[in-house]
């Protein structure tokens, strides 16, 4: 089974994650399509990404989900 991994950075509040978790929620085709939610806790101290290049500008505060 072939695998397309698109991955976002988000900088969202609780109400945001829930409303855009809402409306994907309504949008994808469960027999082929997942989606995965991960917290990385707060941004600024958070050491969950290393980067090859340039550093893209990351989020400063709130939660965040991939």
């Known amino acids: ?3 397309q991994y698109s991955v976002f950075l988000c900088d969202l509040t609780k109400a945001e994650r829930f409303e855009l978790w809402t409306e ?3 949008i994808i085709d469960r027999s082929e399509d997942t989606i995965a939610s991960v917290e ?3 941004p600024s101290t958070s050491k969950a990404f290393t980067f090859l290049g340039p550093r893209p500008d990351m989020p400063r505060q709130g939660p ?3």
């Open 40 to 42: 990385l806790g707060d």
């Open 64 to 66: 965040t989900i991939i």
């Open 24 to 26: 994907l929620e309504d």
């Open 1 to 3: 089974m072939p695998f």
